[in-house]
């Protein structure tokens, strides 16, 4: 028995197939034979740790020799018949794909395998294992859906699928034989469409985690979540959810927990909210809810949360709120509330946040609210308030004070020891606090972020400063400040945002700057700092940007700049540099505006005198030629000395009269090309009228369409030049632009194509003229630009030949996508504006610079893995000259993307004004917004209105409600920068290239990095 025991183990297989004809053949022997069976759960694992990667070799304990598996680890089994019933191998670093065996466990009741490496999908032979009450499987990486088979599991009453990467819906019978479910998440996974409405049948649910998934629809509310009368946590947050969330909710006795964030409801809150007496989370925030706050919420006597922030709440701020003293967090920002907030605040004594930001409030801040003796986070920005700041405030242990944007006046509290070691985050920007800064702030000794920035302190910066010794962030732009710049700011290298701008600060960048080896971002720019760069600031390993400009800096900028690496952006304009620019890094690449008002500085694109920064003018001895070879001195004659002179003086005029020569051959030169020009165009005007007047072979040749490729021979597609314009047909038409209109068509091969048959009024008709335009733009070869292939031309047709995108326009997936068409996600979103500014710095950069003139999502084409491509560039080469430089007429049509100067013809057309665009189209993207949408009694601009929501502190509503999910730090960035883009004054619009190292620093997150700029 032992061998033939030892055999059958050498086979996995054989031993699955014999044990399967042994148990279906001997049914009558299973009560009989407990070894058997015993052996039955042993194969099982066996044949489930074969398809397991065990990396930690923690499953070695597992032996096929075994009679049983009750011994081995991680295993329990039932003593009364020693069969298993609980199986527990989470977080044990597993990997692989769950195979067959686990099914032979049939009196297992305890499978979890949560915190693992699992991959592939979920087995369905699970759902064979009729015992089974509790399931886990999170935190793996199964994929696929969910097997319609688990609703066969009846006995199932604990069941996670949560944090994997599961797709399609839900199966609509997933619930319907699931009486006993107590506790179901399938959160963070990719699941869409509606809840099933057999949810319904789950009477005895107690926990329904939903969240972070892409479910849509109006959930059924009043005959179906509302009737799980048992249910104590529900969330169904972060999805994409709509409708309106009807009463019915005080049916729900037991709730506890009501998780509803980050949806797209609307409507008012349920009116009977507040009849739920056991609710002790309740969270509606980032949704579209409207109204006043519902009056029976102050009825939720055990309530500890409330978060009803970025809704559409109006009215005053609830004066009730005190009645509500088992708060311990509040947060109604970004919402419409107004009045002033009630001295019964101060009731709430187990307070620990109060988050209040973009609202309407006015009023001074209540001093009761220093008896909130919890109180760890306060945030009121953006709002009205006014008067001091209370005193008491600054006497609790508070860890995150925000009180920026608002009207407070009055000086900067002094603090206490409680607040000295808890405060981390302070940023009282944006008032008109006067005074000095209190020398205390050096005791602040937990301090990472202080923000005094725009305010009329009228104060030096205090030595203090330098004992923070974990202060990460220190923006005291705008704020009055005057005298030097402490020498030892650095002095705990802890600093990683430096922001002193548009001050009177004075003398010289200190050498000490070089200990500030963290720094990030260095901006020192509107002061009236002197004297040179030091070279400390060349150690400032990980600087990524700079900006030094409108200063009294003087001297050669250091060479050893060149050697930092992670610089992105360089601004030294309106100084008093001289010399060379450092030779490598960012500085060969660096825009014109970043240099300009340096007349002693030595760059291209400047223009004025180059000055290099020595002492003395080099001399060189005169008697070095008649010195003897010994060293002995030989004056030279005085007629030698005269005839050396006579030959500088000779030597002198011939350079000149070489150099007047040279520009008088050159404009000879420029003259005879434009008259071989003029003249093959009169020639190319005869034959053409030669051809109208004549029926002769040679003349029919000449109107003969001429395709040519870039990349192959053209001799290939012979017949499709012979049938060009019969391929232009309207079924094949896929859009149409400024230009022309756009084909889908086939060079034969399989290879497809676009063509834009370009409208032929105000082309150049010269063959000549437009092959030199077209070439010049076949060179240009980026991958975020659309590559020009080829063109075919005859005298009354033209044609452009170029890469196909197989997923249309930019504009077609923001604004034309159908109701089942998910949006674009945010990293594509990200994605497409990064690659949209890198190919537009790309031809900006080329010389000459192509300029668009026509940047919007139209002209955004995406391909096959949504990468972006710039398309229609430098088309404005081939209108004639007149329309080319005043293009106004041709780009009109491009409402909102427009920049304001290309309608005003005395201003000179540029770069500029696709960067405006560019602005508008980040603003688009992040918004899902048109540029204008017209009501019906008035035009609402985009740029105006993101201009305002953000003055108003409401950044968060310019976000997509589409939108389930984005990167806040990332979003608010990018609507800055779109609104920098679109400013009216072409000259403060950044270049593309800045652009692009912006987005970079953008996507490596850097606090308040864009608010530099």
Known sequence: MGYLRLRVFSSLSWLIFLSTIFMASIPSCISSAPSLLLNDDVLGLIVFKSGLVDPASVLTSWSEDDESPCSWKYVKCDPRNGRVTQLSLDGLGLYGKIGRGLEKLQHLKDLSLSRNNFSGSISPDLSRVQSLRRLNLSYNSFSGTIPDEFTNLTSIRFLDFSENSLSGPIPERFFAGSVSLKFVSLSGNLLEGPIPSTLAHCVSLGTLNLSN?????????????????????????????????????????????????????????????GLCPHLVHLDLSHNMFSGVVAGSVQMLNSLSFLSLASNRLTGDFPTWIGTMSTLQLLDVSNNELAGNLPDSLGDLRLLNSLILSGNRLTGEVPEAVKYCTGLSEIKLKGNNFNGSIPAGLFDLGLRDIDLSANGFTGSIPAGSSQLFDSLT????????????????????????????????????????????????????????????????????????????????LSGPIPEGIGNCSSLSLLT?????????????????????ILKLEFNNLSGEIPQELANLNDLLAVNVSHNRFVGQLPRGGIFPSLDKSALQGNLGLCSPLLVGPCKMNVPKPLVLDPNAYYKGRNGDEAAPPASDSRKNRHRLFLSVSAIIAISAATIILIGILVVSVLNISTRKRLGFIETAMESMCSSSPRSAKALTGRLVLFSTTESRYEDWTDHAESLLTKASEIGRGVFGTVYKASLGEGRTVAIKKLTTSNIIQYQDDFDREVRILGKTKHPNVMT???YYWTPQLQLLISDFAPNGSLYSKLHERGPSTPPLPWPTR???????????????????????????PSNILLDENFNPKVSDYGLAGLLPSVDRHVPTSRFQTAVGYVAPEIACQSLRINEKCDVYGFGVMILELVTGRRPVQYGEDDVEVLTDQVRVLLEQGNTLDCIDPSLSDYQEDEAVPLLKLGLVCTSQIPSSRPSMTEVTQILQVIKTPLQHTLEAY
């Open 425 to 504: 985050h302070l940023d009282l920007s944006e008032n008109g606090l006067s005074g000095t800064i209190p020398p205390e702030l050096g005791l602040y000794l937990s301090l990472r972020y202080l923000n005094l920035s725009w305010n009329n302190l009228h104060s030096r910066l205090p030595p203090e400063l330098g004992l923070f010794r974990n202060l990460s962030v220190l923006d005291l732009r705008n704020s009055g400040l005057y005298g030097s710049i402490p020498e030892d700011l650095c002095e705990y290298n802890s600093l990683s945002v430096l922001q002193l701008d548009g001050n009177s």
């Open 213 to 273: 998934n892409h479910l849509s629809g109006n959930p059924d509310f009043s005959n179906g979540i509302w009737s799980l009368r048992k249910i104590r946590v529900l969330d169904l947050s972060k999805n994409g959810f709509t409708g309106h969330v009807p009463a019915g909710v005080a049916l729900v006795h037991y709730l506890k927990e009501l998780h509803l964030e980050r949806n797209q409801f609307e409507g008012p809150l349920p009116a009977d909210i």
């Open 788 to 790: 020009l292939q080829g």
């Open 830 to 856: 990200f994605n497409i504006i990064m690659g949209t500014a890198k190919g537009l710095a790309y031809l900006h950069q080329c010389r000459p610079p192509i300029v668009h003139y026509s940047i919007k």
């Open 524 to 544: 020192l720019s509107h002061n009236n700092l002197s004297d040179s760069i030091p070279e400390a600031v060349s150690w400032l390993k990980k600087l990524k």
